[in-house]
C-alpha cells in the first residue's frame, strides 16, 4: 500500500508493517491504524498514522539502549492484544528529538507493546519509576559503549 508520510513524501507499506492501536496512543487516542517505516538512519524507524499525515512517531528498540530493561505489564493488558506468550511481543520506544538542540531522548515509561502475530498493538504505562519518559540515548549508548 502506498502511505503519504510526514518525513518521506510518498512511501510503499507491505501490509505486514500496519500495525493497529484499537485504544489510540496517550493523547492520540483516536487514531488507530500506523504504517512501521524504516527511517532514514539505522536503528530508527518512523510510526505513520494512516489516517493523518502530518501524524508520525519516531521509534527506536529500547533492548538496544538499555541493558536491562524490563516491562512488568498485567497480563490482562496483554490478553487484550492476544499476547499469550513473550515470543508474541515487541516493543518500541517513542524518541524525542528537541528543537533546541536539546538531548535526543526515549520514552522507557510509556512503550509500545505489538504483538508480531496480529499487528495489534497498545501502550502501556511501566510503574516503575526507573523508567523515565525521557532517557538520554546518547548518555546510554556511552554507557554501553556503542
Given at each position: ?95 524525542t528529538v528537541p ?48
Amino acid at each position: 500500500m502506498e502511505v503519504e508520510t510526514k518525513t518521506m513524501g510518498l512511501v510503499q507499506v507491505d501490509d505486514s508493517r500496519v500495525l493497529n492501536f484499537p485504544k489510540g496512543l496517550f493523547g492520540f487516542e483516536d487514531y488507530h491504524k500506523y504504517a512501521l517505516i524504516e527511517a532514514e538512519y539505522e536503528p530508527f524507524f518512523w510510526l505513520q498514522s494512516l489516517d493523518e499525515k502530518g501524524l508520525a512517531f519516531l521509534l527506536v528498540d529500547p533492548f538496544l539502549i538499555v541493558n536491562d530493561y524490563e516491562l512488568d505489564i498485567d497480563d490482562k493488558m496483554l490478553s487484550d492484544i492476544g499476547i499469550s506468550s513473550p515470543t508474541d511481543v515487541y516493543v518500541w520506544s517513542v524518541v524525542t528529538v528537541p528543537a533546541d538542540g536539546g538531548p535526543v531522548t526515549a520514552n522507557l515509561q510509556g512503550p509500545l507493546v505489538v504483538n508480531r502475530k496480529t499487528q495489534t498493538a497498545l501502550q502501556v504505562i511501566l510503574s516503575d519509576s526507573k523508567w523515565t519518559t525521557k532517557h538520554n540515548i546518547i548518555k546510554a549508548l556511552q554507557a554501553r559503549g556503542k
